[in-house]
Nanobody, 118 residues
Framework: QVQLVESGGGLVQAGGSLRLTCAASGSIFSFNTMGWYRQAPGKQRELVATITDGTFGLTANYADSVKGRFTISTNAAKNTVYLQMNSLKPEDTAVYYC?????????WGQGTQVTVSS
């Protein structure tokens, strides 16, 4: 199993920045995908960004709505994933969930609230 601990959510004004952190522990597989999803009230959970540790290195993927504003990265040990969120908009308000998946299983974090005021 893999345990995910998220931190870094909060309240910020539009145009501001936040950095989310997700620390993974447990049975981490070398080739995996970690990332962030979000769910706003009354909406389905959606992808924000993922980073895949594959044969040819790290590959990042972003939702169109966050491209150019958000950056996903990982540490050298590849057990922590960060989401740097800049130029935040009120429509970015949601609960952000960390996700880990490999060929064996998938795990979710407990979620962290991000609220962007206008």
């Amino acid at each position: 199993q893999v345990q995910l601990v998220e931190s870094g959510g909060g309240l910020v004004q539009a145009g501001g920045s936040l950095r989310l952190t997700c620390a993974a522990s447990g049975s981490i597989f070398s080739f995996n995908t970690m990332g962030w999803y979000r769910q706003a009230p009354g909406k389905q959970r959606e992808l924000v960004a993922t980073i895949t540790d594959g044969t040819f290195g790290l590959t990042a993927n972003y939702a169109d709505s966050v491209k150019g504003r958000f950056t996903i990265s990982t540490n050298a040990a590849k057990n922590t994933v960060y989401l740097q969120m800049n130029s935040l908009k009120p429509e970015d308000t949601a609960v952000y969930y960390c996700n880990y998946r490999d060929r064996r299983f998938e795990h979710w974090g407990q979620g962290t609230q991000v609220t962007v005021s206008s």
